[in-house]
């Protein structure tokens, strides 16, 4: 299901044909659904404008692990700042590293645009 539409209305359209659903298509939209809930409850019902150097450095945590050493500028110890203070990303115990969160994967529906090996993973 390649949708563009908001994923509520996915959601609200596939619970009226729920009989005529993949397996897979269900299982996904069963993930999504809980992969939002979560992220609801982390970081509760707070719509805010993400700053685009933010939503970069976000893009590029969905990847993996970025060392906090390689973000030098002014501009991305902004974005750090903003998305651990929101519970978009978080520093390992050594904070050498900035991840990305559950929450954070969902802002963009990251979580749909990583590759399909990352998200099968995640999904068992």
């Given at each position: 299901?390649?949708?563009?539409?908001?994923?509520?209305?996915q959601?609200?359209?596939?619970?009226?044909?729920?009989?005529?659903?993949?397996?897979?298509?269900?299982?996904?939209?069963?993930?999504?659904?809980?992969?939002?809930?979560?992220?609801?409850?982390?970081?509760?019902?707070?719509?805010?404008?993400?700053?685009?150097?933010?939503?970069?450095?976000?893009?590029?945590?969905?990847q993996?692990?970025?060392?906090?050493?390689?973000?030098?500028?002014?501009?991305?110890?902004?974005?750090?700042?903003?998305?651990?203070?929101?519970?978009?990303?978080?520093?390992?115990?050594?904070?050498?590293?900035?991840?990305?969160?559950?929450?954070?994967?969902?802002?963009?529906?990251?979580?749909?645009?990583?590759?399909?090996?990352?998200?099968?993973e995640?999904?068992?």
């Open positions: 299901m390649d949708d563009k539409r908001p994923f509520s209305d959601l609200m359209e596939a619970a009226g044909r729920v009989e005529d659903l993949s397996h897979d298509e269900l299982a996904r939209l069963l993930y999504k659904a809980a992969v939002r809930l979560r992220a609801v409850h982390v970081v509760g019902v707070r719509l805010e404008h993400v700053p685009v150097p933010a939503y970069h450095l976000l893009r590029h945590l969905a993996g692990p970025v060392p906090l050493g390689s973000l030098g500028s002014r501009d991305m110890e902004t974005a750090v700042a903003f998305l651990v203070s929101r519970g978009l990303a978080e520093a390992d115990t050594d904070a050498r590293h900035l991840a990305i969160t559950p929450a954070g994967r969902e802002i963009g529906e990251i979580a749909d645009e990583r590759g399909g090996q990352d998200a099968q995640d999904r068992q």
